[in-house]
């Protein structure tokens, strides 16, 4: 499987997954393809990782990883609580 392959299967199961959990009393309009976007990508030998997010203002990141030894992706749906900044930690 090619990268582009990989992210753009990413970005079409994401789509569905966040049209599909949409709270309908928020009142938000599903997104298109457009409104979800890789965050990162990696790729080791037949495995690849991403992390996407999309343009919806629920606090959502997605993780997707591939398992190219038996051929399974792998679909992680994570919310955002907190980002917070520790200084001086060392």
Sequence with gaps: MTSEKFQ????????DYANEHLDKSDHIQPITLDGVY??????????????????????????????????????????KWENCCIKEVF
């Design 8 to 15: 753009a299967k990413c970005r079409a199961l994401v789509l």
């Design 38 to 79: 890789v965050v990162w990508y990696g790729k080791v030998l037949q495995n690849h990782k991403a992390l996407l997010s999309t343009a919806l203002p629920d606090g959502m990141y997605y993780e997707l990883t591939y398992n190219g030894d038996r051929c399974e992706l792998y679909f992680d749906a994570y919310k």
